[in-house]
């Protein structure tokens, strides 16, 4: 079975966290609460749920959803697409869209919570 990971954007203290667990609703699968360092259990409406793709970046680190993914010259954003259920690589702006395997000739140069000046 692939591993499903998870990391989490606080939108209080608006900081990236590795939750400790993460719990979801047994019958719609909905997150329903989440245990960060420091803190305990609290609902996962205060928090945006990103999780791992699957694969790495240039030089081994983890790729998330909302992560921004420098390929040459161009800056791409890692979303979800409910259409395909698969990763996509976006570059905002334009039509060019990447395929989420060219991640890894990619470096990671921030996210869209932490660094989103970097598309403007």
Partial sequence: MKEIKFRVWDKVR???F???AITFDTQT???????VPGRSWEPAGKFELLQWT????????DV???DFIKISSAIYKVIWNKSTASFD????GSS???????VGIGDIVGNQYQN???LR
């Fill in 14 to 16: 608006q900081k990236i």
């Fill in 18 to 20: 590795k939750p400790q």
């Fill in 29 to 35: 699968l909905v997150p329903f609460a989440v245990s």
């Fill in 54 to 61: 699957g694969l790495h970046d240039a030089n081994g680190t």
């Fill in 64 to 66: 998330y959803e909302g």
């Fill in 89 to 92: 690589l976006v570059e905002p």
């Fill in 96 to 102: 060019l869209n990447r395929n989420i395997s060219d």
């Fill in 116 to 118: 989103a000046d970097l």
